[in-house]
């Protein structure tokens, strides 16, 4: 069966805009852009796109690539302090000269709509309640969406970023899953994710994944992108692997659409947290 990324997030997205309209909830999201990156210009947009589509304000900063450090950091305490803003987002990557980390660090725990910071990072580590990573939070509601098991799970990841990987596998420990996270050195791969309930591979390299490393019956979670000569491939072998796994997401549209609509969701969220 496909994971059908977007046929969820458009469920989703539309109960959150019913549930925005009822309750009146009055959200918006402050999005920092230092410099003039085409791909992130291309982000925001689909951020803008979704967040109207269901009722969120956006306020957008665009910073010069000359913008200094200290600029980006007040801007930062500002929006902090600014009880209208529900979540801010600095969109990455910044020009050089900027420390990326020190700069997102700086926004609030309670207003860090990726989920990144390290406050909220060490609150996943802790099995506390947190603002999830929109990638990860996005894989287990599709996976909850389709009904999949996660506790008592078998489950593999390969990848070990800080994006995916890492936060990803607390995520599921933290739901009583048997986690295991492979990488570049990880020896003798393929013996590992065949004993995988759950594989989610999240590397960027093209078809890491073939079929004789995947457990008949398994579910197998595509996260990696490469772009070759202008198309898309995945992790994933889809075509030699949609026969012998048992739910399998496609790449595009698997978890692509899962991570925006994470977005929306944890603006939710965060409103409702800010409200008690």
């Known amino acids: 069966m496909i994971l059908d990324g977007k046929k969820v997030r458009d469920e989703i997205l539309a109960k959150i805009k019913a549930k925005i309209a009822k309750e009146k909830l009055d959200i918006k999201l402050a999005i920092i852009l230092v410099g003039d990156d085409e791909a992130s210009k291309i982000y925001i947009k689909n951020k803008e796109k979704y967040c109207d589509m269901v009722g969120i304000a ?31 987002i600095l969109q990455s990557p910044v020009p050089e000269g900027i420390d990326f980390n020190k700069c997102s660090n700086l926004i609030k725990p309670e207003k860090d709509v990726d989920g990144f910071t390290k406050n909220n990072i060490y609150y996943l580590y802790l099995g506390k309640k947190t ?16 009904k999949i098991p996660i506790s008592g799970a078998n489950v593999v ?29 990880t020896q003798n791969l393929a013996e590992i994710t065949k004993n995988a309930d759950i594989l989610i591979s999240a590397t960027g390299v093209k078809h890491l994944i073939t079929k004789d490393m995947v457990k008949y019956g398994s579910t197998v979670i595509d996260v990696g992108v490469t772009r070759v000569d202008g198309k898309i ?43 008690g």
Do not use: Q, W
Request: hydrophobic share 40%; charged share 25%; with cysteine.
């Open 58 to 88: 956006v306020e957008k900063y665009k910073l010069s690539s000359e913008t200094e450090e200290k600029e980006i950091i007040n801007l930062i305490d500002k929006l902090n302090n600014d009880e209208s803003v529900t979540g801010i």
């Open 131 to 146: 603002v999830l990573p929109c990638t990860v939070k996005g894989i287990i509601k599709l996976l909850e969406y389709y």
């Open 157 to 185: 990841i390969v990848g070990r970023g800080n994006i995916v990987g890492h936060p990803l596998s607390l995520a599921f420990e933290n739901m009583d899953a048997t986690v295991t996270l492979a990488h570049s050195k």
């Open 233 to 275: 491939y995945g992790d994933v072998d889809f075509e030699n692997i949609k026969d012998i796994a048992r739910y399998i997401t496609p790449n595009p549209g698997g978890v692509g659409p899962m991570t925006v609509a994470m977005i929306i969701d944890n603006l939710v969220e965060m409103e409702e947290r800010k409200n």
